[in-house]
């Protein structure tokens, strides 16, 4: 458990360890969670990448490909016709 001190403007320090685990950096965003009263925090990056990864799971085989391999040559050759070579 870790505690936070809430300034006069409403802006709290995130503690060290609980930055390290979020891999948060000054600058970054986060999102804060409510779920049956109880809030959590998020780095914001980290969640759209997971639900972006989420949203494609199956995708790759519903196009054709069988292997991750068949997918990045189909993808190496729409670049070369995309870069005209």
Not at 44 to 58: D, I, N, P, T
């Amino acid at each position: 458990m870790e505690i936070a001190k809430i300034s006069s403007k409403g802006q709290i320090t995130i503690p060290v360890s609980v930055r390290t685990k979020l891999n948060l950096k000054a600058g970054d965003k986060i999102v804060i969670l409510e779920e049956n009263g109880r809030f959590y925090f998020e780095n914001s990056a980290m969640l759209a990448f997971k639900r972006v990864e989420e949203a494609f799971v199956g995708e790759a085989e519903k196009a054709g490909f069988a292997t991750e391999e068949e997918m990045q040559d189909y993808m190496k050759e729409i670049r070369r016709e995309v870069r005209g070579y």
